[in-house]
């Protein structure tokens, strides 16, 4: 079956733009993150849903990153008013159980804030 | 925050030779996973090792853990050209039914054919 798919794949934005990234868990999958991932660096926890519920969001670096999962699918990551300091790899990934243990990454979306 | 801490950052070795790759870390766990993630693409699970484990094998892959020591390594046996990649080791702690999951900043593998 299909994996994790992210798009875009690479998004080039100017510094202020709005921009929201797509990620498709694995079919049936509950439990979906979202990470970002610096150059050089290990990707860093953002956000965590459970179904349709985001349970966690401790990692959002600020109140300009917002995330849903409105039907306990499809999910968007959203960064309003871009800098440079967002250029990186997000990257998301889903569980077949509630907490996560084993988890599937997409491909990710570089974003590129100049 | 990143947790664990990968040991060397950078790893070159000729095809054929073995592959070692050590992970530090500093809070309690409930297991510890090993990651492997090739340029431009997502990560890929590899193996899992729980706080109540020592020693794991899959193929030529071969985790042990050290609770006392915080700390895993990886090796990879008789390595070839397709595993270079970066790896990550991430630790794993329960929270409120969340697995709290932190990766180190991983090593650069690099097989030379």
């Known amino acids: 079956g299909a994996g994790v798919s992210q798009s875009p794949r690479y998004k080039v934005a100017k510094r202020g733009q709005d921009v929201a990234l797509r990620c498709d868990p694995i079919?049936?999958?509950?439990?979906l993150f979202w990470y970002q991932q610096a150059l050089g660096q290990g990707p860093e926890f953002l956000t965590y849903?459970?179904?349709?519920?985001?349970?966690?969001k401790s990692g959002l670096p600020s109140d300009r990153f917002f995330a849903e999962r409105p039907e306990g699918s499809v999910s968007t990551l959203k960064i309003q008013r871009t800098q440079q300091e967002d250029s990186a790899v997000y990257l998301c990934?889903?569980?077949?159980?509630?907490?996560?243990?084993?988890?599937?990454f997409g491909p990710g979306t570089r974003l590129l804030v100049l | 925050s990143q947790q664990g801490e990968e040991d060397p950052q950078a790893l070159s070795i000729q095809e054929g030779e073995n592959a070692t790759m050590n992970c530090s870390y500093k809070?309690?766990?409930?297991?510890l996973q090993w990651y492997r993630q090739n340029s431009g693409r997502g990560l890929v699970h590899l193996i899992l090792?729980?706080?109540?484990?020592r020693e794991k094998h899959s193929g030529r892959l071969r985790v042990t853990l050290d609770t006392s020591k915080k700390s895993s390594s990886l090796l990879i046996t008789a390595s070839r050209a397709a595993d270079t990649a970066s790896y990550f080791c991430?630790?794993?702690?329960?929270?409120?039914?969340?697995?709290?999951?932190?990766f180190g900043a991983g090593t650069r593998l690099t097989v030379k054919p």
């Open positions: 991430a630790t794993v702690l329960v929270l409120n039914n969340n697995n709290d999951m932190r």
């Open positions: 090792i729980r706080s109540n484990e």
């Open positions: 849903f459970q179904n349709e519920a985001q349970l966690d």
């Open positions: 079919s049936g999958h509950v439990s």
């Open positions: 809070t309690s766990i409930n297991n």
């Open positions: 990934a889903s569980s077949e159980d509630y907490g996560g243990e084993t988890q599937y």
